[in-house]
């Protein structure tokens, strides 16, 4: 029996055991047919839906821009520098203001009428900032946008600073955020110059826009030459939801772009640019260029290119030293002498006929400059170039060069002057020199002496002053370098050395006499006005006719100089150039020399260091300086820097009185009490300021200097907002 019963209990639990599995089968299909329900239904049905849920949280990979390298002078201080600038705009075609029957308010009532984040409130805050309207109308300006449904409507017409643009995000209207307000801003980038102008074309520009690949791209000068190191590559930035919240997930870092670290000095930069902008001003020119490149190494210290804006303002605009092709004129002289004495064509004591100033010759006249005067008559082909004798140059020229004329162009060759200086400023001009073909079909009768004295050729004002430099550096041209170092999170990856162009561009002998002659123009001729008692220079004048559709004929005069200093022992090169100067005659003495003389001399003071030993005592001078009384840390730091005895060593005090005994500095106790005006007498005005409002004051000051009176004495009780006029001297 109870066998039986066991077993019927055992069938009872396995029936109980089948009815559970069977349950839980059927959940288990429940479950899976409707998995595969949702799942077809989402597939097929609602596939559209979800598709459009989808691209609303999609946030696609972003650019992140990296920082464009900085240029900086010779010694390291900074001439450009990337600032992130925006321009701010709204979408006033955003769904938000858009109607719509199932809102209660659109972005089009609360811009209308809501006093909180209307329009009213919105014109009033921007009438605070850059934008220079009043709150009227901002509102004037806003309904319009509204009107006009414009989806890139400007917000301000100048560029905002991110400061600003982040202060204007949390503006009424803005604050709602930009799915609502439409409000948005597109990132410029903006080059900055701490020094203004200073030789800002060669610098260069940047474009404003940052292009499609994340980038700022250069626009000329040596930010576009070297656009590739500078500009950097851009990173990229992944939005990814992380906790039910949106964060930005660097995916690959940006790398900032390299720093190049140009030859610009900028106290040879300086000085240039005021001497010429001073002449240019003076004679109401059309524009100047000056340069000033150093003899040993082709580094060029200083570039200058300045044109009228309007009656007495300049500005840099082209780079006219790098880029003018143009007729050099009579520095073009010393060239052609050079070629003729090199090839024995003449010698420096030989004598030439200038007659009366005009010489007749093909048909055409050539004139000195002197004609009207009746000319310099018999002179030396020294004399030649001291006075600048077109007759003289051309003349000499005519006799050596008149059967085989491309003698003469191949000796101007041979010179170094048509040589391909590889210029690493883009848009950079080259020397034109015309060479007479087999049957001379390209030649005239007069392409000859014309030639001689600066005409018929085109050469850029750097590749002149790289020619002087030579002069000056025994013979051995250069190439002009703009650029020392390329530097990369502060190592040199890169440095510029000097590179040789040619290693001779005439025999010793030659080159001696050269010097001698540019000495003599500045002692003798007409490069007086350049002659200096505190510095030797030595060079060439140059006045040249403009060319201007085909003709000479009132179309104004550029005047010249290229030379070096100092003349025994050269250091620099200088070449001054100006374009139609309106006021006084045209002379490149008067006007280009005097700006040279300006720039050698200022630049020799520049340089000039005394040795101390040799400097006569003052009968005046004081065996210890006298200090200000203030805080005794930064008084004793200071006494000890200078090797100078204080005493005593006991003082306790914060603060310190000072005063200077025979060989020591005596120091006193000041007490500062609570509710007290403390003693500030002798003190400079950083420490009494400090002191005095620490004790609850308010500080007026006069003068400079140290504290020699306070209005209230120490030691009386603080008022609650009580004054105190404290006087320095």
């Known amino acids: 029996m109870a066998e039986k019963d066991e077993i019927r209990e055992a069938e009872q639990r396995g029936s109980q055991a089948l009815l559970r599995y069977a349950v839980v089968i059927l959940l288990l299909m429940l479950v899976v047919g409707g998995v595969i329900f949702r799942t077809i239904r989402t597939a097929f049905v609602d596939n559209e839906e979800w598709k459009k849920i989808a691209e609303q949280q999609k946030h696609s990979d972003r650019l992140v821009y990296p920082s464009r390298g900085n240029i900086y002078s010779s010694d390291g201080r900074l001439m450009a520098?990337?600032?992130?600038?925006?321009?701010?705009?709204?979408?006033f075609n955003t769904e938000w203001f858009k109607p719509d029957t199932k809102s209660k308010e659109s972005g089009t009532d609360t811009f209308l009428t809501s006093k909180t984040n209307g329009v009213d409130s919105l014109a009033y805050y921007l009438a605070k900032n850059p934008g220079g309207k009043t709150a009227a109308e901002y509102k004037a300006h806003l309904m319009k946008g509204l009107k006009s449904k414009s989806r890139q409507y400007a917000v301000y017409g100048p560029k905002v600073s991110y400061s600003q643009l982040k202060e204007?995000?949390?503006?009424?209207?803005f604050r709602l955020g930009r799915n609502k307000s439409g409000f948005y801003a597109r990132e410029m980038v903006e080059r900055q110059r701490p020094f203004g102008s200073l030789a800002s074309r060669t610098i260069g520009d940047v474009f404003g826009e940052i292009d499609s690949t994340g980038v700022t791209k250069g626009r000329n000068g040596l930010e576009m030459q070297y656009?590739?190191?500078l500009r950097g590559v851009p990173g990229l930035n992944a939005v990814r939801r992380v906790n039910g919240a949106w964060t930005n997930i660097t995916k690959v870092e940006p790398i900032a772009g390299m720093d190049i670290r140009s030859t610009i000095d900028i106290e040879i930069q300086d000085i240039t640019e005021k001497s010429l902008v001073d002449m240019l001003r003076s004679t109401d020119a059309e524009s100047g260029t000056a340069i000033v490149m150093e003899v040993k190494t082709g580094e060029v210290k200083a570039i200058t290119n300045m044109a009228r804006m309007r009656t007495g303002?300049?500005?840099?605009?082209?780079?006219?030293?790098?880029?003018?092709?143009?007729e050099p004129g009579s520095t073009f002289k010393v060239a052609s002498i050079m070629v003729a004495l090199e090839d024995g064509k003449c010698l420096p004591s030989d004598l030439v006929d200038t007659g009366n100033g005009v010489y007749p010759y093909a048909g055409q006249r050539i004139r000195d400059h002197n004609w009207n005067r009746g000319g310099y008559g018999v002179i030396t082909?020294?004399?030649?170039?001291?006075?600048s004798s077109n007759i003289g140059v051309a003349k000499t020229i005519i006799n050596g060069y008149a059967a085989q004329p491309e003698k003469f162009v191949e000796g101007i060759q041979r010179l170094g002057l048509t040589e391909d200086l590889r210029i690493d400023i883009p848009g950079a001009g080259y020397s034109v020199v015309r060479m007479p073909d087999k049957t001379k079909s390209n030649w005239s009768a007069t392409a000859l002496p014309w030639m001689s004295f600066g005409y018929e050729t085109q050469i850029p004002p750097i590749y002149t002053l790289n020619f002087f430099n030579a002069i000056a550096n025994g013979g051995k041209m250069l190439r002009p370098i703009f650029a020392k170092e390329i530097v990369k999170n502060g190592e040199v990856v890169h440095r510029f050395s000097t590179e040789v162009v040619k290693s001779s561009i005439c025999s010793d002998r030659t080159l001696r006499i050269i010097q001698d002659m540019l000495e003599g123009v500045v002692e003798e001729g007409t490069g007086r006005p350049a002659y200096s008692n505190a510095i030797r220079i030595a060079g060439k004048t140059g006045t040249a006719q403009i060319a201007e559709g085909g003709s000479y004929q009132g179309s104004g005069h550029q005047v010249s100089f290229a030379g070096y200093f100092p003349a025994d022992n050269p250091e620099f090169s200088c070449m001054v150039l100006i374009r139609r100067p309106r006021i006084g005659y045209p002379s490149g003495g008067t006007m280009s020399g005097a700006v040279v003389k300006s720039i050698?001399?200022?630049?020799?003071a520049n340089r000039m260091r005394y040795d101390i030993r040799e400097v006569e005592a003052d009968s005046l001078a004081v065996s210890v300086p006298t200090p200000k009384a203030g805080h005794m840390q930064a008084l004793r730091q200071v006494l000890r820097e200078l090797d100078v005895k204080a005493t005593p060593n006991h003082i306790k005090s914060p603060w310190a009185l000072a005063k200077a005994k025979d060989d020591r500095i005596e120091l006193d106790n000041i007490n500062v009490r609570k509710g007290l005006v403390p003693h500030v007498v002798g003190m400079g005005a950083k420490d009494a300021v400090y002191l005095l409002e620490d004790a609850g004051l308010k500080v007026e000051l006069t003068g400079f200097g140290r504290v020699v009176r306070q209005s209230v004495q120490p030691g009386?009780?603080?008022?609650?907002?009580?004054?105190?006029?404290i006087t320095l001297q």
């Open 81 to 91: 520098t990337s600032v992130p600038r925006y321009y701010t705009y709204i979408d």
């Open 168 to 173: 204007m995000r949390t503006y009424p209207f």
């Open 227 to 229: 656009d590739s190191l």
């Open 313 to 326: 303002v300049y500005g840099e605009t082209k780079n006219h030293a790098i880029a003018d092709m143009l």
């Open 381 to 387: 082909v020294e004399e030649a170039i001291w006075f």
């Open 600 to 604: 050698a001399e200022k630049i020799s």
């Open 716 to 725: 009386a009780q603080v008022q609650k907002g009580q004054t105190i006029t």
